[in-house]
């Protein structure tokens, strides 16, 4: 699907999507429960999906109503013989998914074989084959490439990761640990990444009543878990920042905007994008549980994400309305998402006529007169939607080649924009 976006003006109030990464994470924990869990606030991106049919698949009961799902999980399905003792589970392009429920499907003493589609099909899981034999897992990969085919039961015993690629496989540990562990036991982690998705991973499995605690995100403690109450847990998915920061980019571009459901005392990492906005010069106005973003006169600004790069996409179409050359860092971060990141930024918004420098681990974005194109996503979600950003103060139209990606994290992404700007876009 194409989508052509008119440059327009941004007007309006907006709630915020759920975070998928909140949701993905309240699936698996709630697999891990042995009572139902009530989510709230649960969202239907590709992402999320993924999550849910993977539950599924390992033997929790699943109904959705009216955005509140509620999810019958117990301890019998880690003992169950399964009908079928080769279950695959479908991953689709989320990284998080392969990456944090590996571990938790190396409980079983069955064979599961992981599969994904798109981009993630090129996405590296040598740690899988590095850390999981290491607890007594049988692991066999595509040439470290998914399918990634798994046979546990996992051992909770003392290990040392590696976190310089990615947290998600942490979080999978940390869940698997934290589900397993008889006796407090410990995880060493080297060069952590990420470290705001940790946080929220620990929010989440603190909410569950798992027991983990970290000293300098070096040294997680897990011990066993706190006895569950009786009755149901219920959990809300918050606003998600990392699709909340195009909102509210968009405004800084294209006029005023308010977003509600974005939480400013959120463990997400990506709130961070406050901090841009304000050092860029947009005007920010916060009124309890709600964020007025309005445009003024950008200047170039500074930024550090090494520990949120999903925040470069929505920074660099920012970057591009700003007087100046900024300067980003954290593109080492960027190789192994749903495209290579740094260059693809680089080549699209380049055809936008926006120059990205790229030299080691900084990026540097020289805004000027940002024009309408036609652009490819690259099928990153990300992408799409910095384009498309970028677009609503363009001179002439952009075209975005597989705007589709979106559906990834925001199915409603474009309606969204159609819903607070003239911008109109349409599908071609």
Known sequence: ?????????????????????????ACAASLLTPATTIIENAGESKDEMAALSIIKKLGAEVNFLNHQLAIKSGEIIFHSIFPDKNITLDCGESGLSLRMFAPIAALFNYDITLVGHGSLLSRPVNFLEDTLPQLNVDVSTNHGKVPVTLRGPLSTKPITVNGALSSQFLTGLLFAYAKECKQSVQIKVENLSSRPYIDLTLSVLEHFGFQVSHTNYELFTIKPRHPLPAHSIKYRVEGDWSNGA??????????????EELNLESTQGDKNIMQALYDSGAEVFIDKKIIRVQKAPLKAFEFDATQTP?????LVALAAYCKGVSTIKGVSRLLHKESNRSLTLQQEFKKMNIAIELNGDTMKVHGG???????????????????????IGATGRTEIMDASAVEKSYPGFFNDLKKISNCVPKVK
């Open 1 to 25: 699907m194409n989508i052509i976006v008119q440059p327009g003006r941004v007007n309006g109030k907006l709630k915020a999507p759920a975070s998928k990464s909140s949701m993905q994470r």
């Open 369 to 391: 007169s940002v024009h309408g194109a036609k652009v490819f996503s690259h099928n990153d979600h990300r992408i799409a939607m910095a384009c498309a950003v970028a677009a």
């Open 246 to 259: 195009f909102l509210l980019v968009a405004a800084a571009i294209g006029g005023s905007l308010e977003v």
């Open 310 to 314: 999903d925040l470069f996409p929505p």
